[in-house]
């Protein structure tokens, strides 16, 4: 079992960065691929960034390649999200979410543990 929490987010204004940050319980972080996921009010859960087991591979959603940066830190089990360039359609509440594997996917329903979330509010 892993328990994540999801912390960082809050308002900013358009252009300027958060940093999210998810802590991973569990003696088996470094096994498992990570991914970042966001959810805007009446939108699908969609995919923003993904990671593997040793950092090493990385993907992005086409819309924050070039803005994001997913990395992570085994020794500390934590995951990061860097966002930079913030725009008014990145307002979302973030997830960040484990799949038992060491290689990543960017389909919501292929990761086993989810974060309760945390908003990210853009403005103009």
Do not use: H
């Not at 484990?98 to 989810?114: K, V």
Request: charge should be positive.
């Amino acid at each position: 079992q892993v328990q994540l929490v999801e912390s960082g987010g809050g308002l900013v204004q358009a252009g300027g960065s958060l940093r999210l940050s998810c802590a991973a319980s569990g003696r088996t972080f470094s096994s498992y691929a990570m991914g970042w996921f966001r959810q805007a009010p009446g939108k699908e859960r969609e995919f923003v960034a993904a990671i593997n087991w040793s950092g090493g591979i990385t993907s992005y959603a086409d819309s924050v390649k070039g803005r994001f940066t997913i990395s992570r830190d085994n020794a500390e089990n934590t995951v990061y999200l860097q966002m930079n360039s913030l725009k008014l359609e990145d307002t979302a509440v973030y997830y960040c979410a484990a799949r038992r594997s060491s290689y990543y996917r960017s389909t919501p329903s292929e990761y086993d543990y989810w974060g309760q979330g945390t908003q990210v509010t853009v403005s103009s």
